[in-house]
Antibody
Framework: EVQLLESGGGLVQPGGSLRLSCAAS????????MSWVRQAAGKGLEWVSS????????SYADSVKGRFSISRDNSKNTVHLQMNSLRVEDAAVYYC???????????WGQGALVTVSS | QSALTQPASVSGSPGQSITISCTGT?????????VSWYQQQPGKAPKIMIY???NRPSGVSNRFSGSKSGNTASLTISGLQAEDEADYYC???????????FGGGTKLTVL
């Protein structure tokens, strides 16, 4: 059974940093691209970032480019999202998701809540 | 403002069929067969319902179907059931710098 479990969410002040992690199980982790998708309270889904199975190619939404960094550790079946220079508008539930070659996400974690407030 | 345009809400009675539209441009929906649809129940993570325009993952009811014409994709749910009440999001690959775009979501109410 595929499982994705996010951790690392919490409250941070504007300008601060936070690192989200997603632990994967139930599939050959290195064979799959992974993504982060976020959802602000009462709002829609917004793609944040993706990286390939090998970790050598990354992509970011314009809204987070230069501030967020995605990485993975295939030996630990984990993907991370380092979030720097956080803004109030970055507050959201962040979902980790497995990405498929057809640009869709077939499995999602339960989400990690990030609150950005002073 | 979302890259893809969906109606904010649709409704239907049990047993009826409804269609949710998702309008983009030739840089996303119209240019590629990489449209997907997600169902999100309140407080839950999204669930894939349709991928690559019209493919249904294993375990998803055949009451759900997808199609595309030009720059507009559609999700049709036939034989509406109370359990179908949820938010639905479309998504597409985009040739812009934002590789993956989503619609703003459509709230389906089963009357």
């Amino acid at each position: 059974e595929v499982q994705l479990l996010e951790s690392g969410g919490g409250l941070v002040q504007p300008g601060g940093s936070l690192r989200l992690s997603c632990a994967a199980s139930g599939f050959t982790f290195s064979n799959y691209a992974m993504s982060w998708v976020r959802q602000a309270a009462g709002k829609g889904l917004e793609w944040v970032s993706s990286l390939t199975g090998s970790g050598d190619t990354t992509s970011y939404a314009d809204s987070v480019k230069g501030r967020f960094s995605i990485s993975r550790d295939n030996s630990k079946n984990t993907v991370h999202l380092q979030m720097n220079s956080l803004r109030v508008e970055d507050a959201a539930v962040y979902y980790c998701a497995r990405a498929r070659s057809g640009y869709y996400r077939d499995y999602w974690g339960q989400g990690a809540l990030v609150t950005v407030s002073s | 403002q979302s890259a893809l345009t969906q109606p904010a809400s649709v409704s239907g009675s049990p047993g009826q069929s409804i269609t949710i539209s998702c309008t983009g441009t030739s840089s996303d929906v119209g240019g590629y067969n990489y449209v997907s649809w997600y169902q999100q129940q309140p407080g839950k993570a999204p669930k894939i319902m349709i991928y690559e325009v019209s493919n249904r993952p294993s375990g998803v009811s055949n009451r759900f179907s997808g199609s595309k014409s030009g720059n507009t994709a559609s999700l049709t749910i036939s034989g509406l059931q109370a359990e179908d009440e949820a938010d639905y999001y479309c998504s597409s690959y985009s040739s812009s710098s934002t590789v993956v775009v989503f619609g703003g979501g459509t709230k389906l109410t089963v009357l």
